[in-house]
RNA sequence: GGCCCCAUCGUCUAGUGGCCUAGGACACUACCCUCUCAAGGUAGCGGCACGGGUUCGAAUCCCGUUGGGGCUGCCA
């Protein structure tokens, strides 16, 4: 049994009335369903919850809430498992907890609801959905009207339990937002129970809450108008309601709540495109709080030091991915060149690799690799950097090719080079100096001489420094690709 | 429509009545460095939505306006 007591640094500051006090061990819990891939926005809440259940030793207990028969699938399931477990959030750890399948909780479901029947709290209806709309419509008041409420109805087939919603006010308490008042008037009598008899979200999300003993609920914005409702629900069962934490939305660039269908929000997407965990966990933390210290780029043991629920803005915050981009850019760079090369291995010997995988040499990869890690904000981008080096006929960017040999002296140029090339020292100091001599003899500095010969060997005008490349090539690559090259333009008019 | 939430640079934020001439970060611009592109360095641009109060003093407290968002299912 559990009889750790939520350390009272949670509320250390001093400013927080007494309601946001609670003996109760501290024991959060996220609460995702199966209905597709993991959304960042879920990821951030996830993330709310985990710094504080580390910081207070308490836990973190995940309950997939899997009884949307229609659109739950298995496998979003572990999916989501393991992108909790790629930010961190790892069974492994000792505050977590879990998982819980709310279907399995059926039985707890409905044997609340029949309590709460048999309290009087709540009754049977039979009016259909068309029903209560068509009796909305006519009394001019959105929602059901309360037409069952004493008509005594048993419970039978294709009727709903409805709960009876006390006249007053509720009052919800948040952690985040102060005390958020609701008049009951404006709150319908909800479904508890479907006609077929399986419950309801706001029931089940309670029942289990209550079983799995949550002192601190700690979700997304969009269900405080769901909170009054499911506060009466705690009451009528008889425990006292958790501490309500409601964390901004996300939203995208329309200000519009991040969503499946139109943004791109799956966490394992960005995995797959080569954001580091570290770096989302970090970006995902300063969507709606910002650690102290005039740097946002923190470590999580900070995160876990400084976060504070009661720090949290309350406003929407916008997913940016030009900032996450930044931040991902930073701790690629901040990685070691081991770290670096061991993070662009599954990209590198991933399938649909430009080059032959035979063709793909480590040793080459290593020597470039601190190269690249300054140059790329995503790993994924580090396959387009070094494929010139493990593709037979790097493709030519014709664009690139006209503008660098259109030149009048191009080609010359490359044919003195290629002389030159032959006999040289294959050793990057002397291949510049190289070249910068020749490049003197048409009056051009290396930054202009060097753009054909980049063209030649890597097919386009912008890459990883053009020495190190060639030494890497080696000569006989070099001197071929030169030489396709100056043909090429021969073979070009002009 | 109703209920609820929210409002500091374009964006994410610091700020909890005097340390604010409002700080940082991303983005953007310029310059430096430089073999391209990056990285790095320096500088710059840019904000308290508006109107009333309260106060000696307000970005910070109150009211209103405007604007945004969330919810409004026998989905979760």
């Known amino acids: 049994m559990d009889t750790v007591v939520a350390s ?8 927080y009335p007494a309601w946001v006090m609670t003996d109760r061990p501290l024991r959060l819990r996220f609460a995702p369903s199966p209905t597709g891939f993991f959304h960042v926005g879920g990821a951030r809440t996830a993330l709310y919850n985990w710094a504080i ?15 949307d028969e229609a659109r739950n699938q298995p496998e979003w399931t572990q999916g989501i498992i393991d992108a909790l477990a790629w930010i961190g959030i790892s069974s492994d750890d000792e505050h977590f907890e879990g998982p819980y399948f709310q279907s399995t909780y059926a039985d707890a479901h409905i044997a609340a609801a ?3 029947y048999e309290a009087g709290a709540a009754y049977y209806c039979d009016l259909t959905g068309d029903e209560v709309q068509e ?46 008042s609701f008049d009951n008037f404006n709150i319908e009598d909800f479904v508890l129970l479907r006609g077929n008899g399986s419950p309801m979200f706001l029931l089940a999300n309670v029942v289990d809450d209550i079983t799995m003993r949550i ?10 108008p769901n909170t009054p409702k499911q506060q009466m629900l705690w009451n009528a069962l008889g425990v006292e309601p958790p501490v309500w934490a409601h964390v901004p939305v996300l939203v995208n660039e329309q200000r ?3 969503s499946k269908r139109r943004d791109k929000v ?22 709606g709080w910002a650690p102290s210290g005039d740097t946002e780029i923190v470590p999580w043991s900070r995160v876990v030091t400084d976060f504070r629920l009661e720090d949290v803005n309350h406003s929407p915050a916008f997913f940016d991915l030009k900032k996450l981009s930044a931040f991902n850019a930073e701790y690629i760079r901040a990685l070691s060149l081991d770290a670096f090369i061991e993070a662009c291995a599954p990209f590198l010997l991933a399938p649909d690799v430009p080059w032959n995988p035979e063709h793909f040499n480590p040793v080459v990869f290593t020597a470039m690799a601190p190269l690249a890690q300054t140059r790329v904000t995503r790993l994924d981008e580090v396959v387009a950097m070094v494929d010139f080096l493990f593709l037979v006929e790097p493709p030519i960017d014709e664009a690139a090719f006209t503008k660098t040999m259109g030149g009048p002296n191009a080609r010359e140029l490359l044919s003195e080079v290629i002389a030159a090339y032959g006999t040289a020292e294959w050793e990057h100091e002397a291949l510049k100096e190289t070249l910068e001599a020749i490049g003197e003899g048409y009056q051009l500095k290396l930054g202009k001489a060097q753009a054909p010969i980049r063209v030649a060997v890597t097919g386009r005008t912008v890459g990883p420094p053009l020495f190190e490349s060639l030494v890497l090539l080696g000569r006989d690559e070099t001197l071929r690709r030169l030489q396709a090259a100056l043909q090429r333009a021969g073979a070009t008019p002009g």
């Open 215 to 224: 002192s601190h609920v700690v979700r997304a914005e969009e269900h405080l």
């Open 53 to 67: 259940a580390q910081r207070e030793g308490g836990t973190f207990v995940l309950r997939i809430e899997d009884t």
């Open 114 to 116: 029949t309590r709460l």
């Open 135 to 180: 009796r909305a419509k006519a009394n001019g008041k959105p929602g059901y009207d309360g037409y069952s409420r004493d008509r005594g109805l048993e419970a039978g087939p294709g009727r709903v339990l409805r709960f009876r919603v006390p006249e007053g006010t509720t009052i919800v308490h948040d952690l985040v937002r102060g005390e958020v």
């Open 8 to 15: 009272p640094r949670l509320y250390s500051l001093g400013r």
């Open 266 to 287: 799956a966490v394992e997407q960005y995995r797959a495109e080569g954001f580091l965990a570290d770096g989302m966990v970090n970006y995902l933390m300063t969507l």
């Open 256 to 258: 519009k709540k991040l």
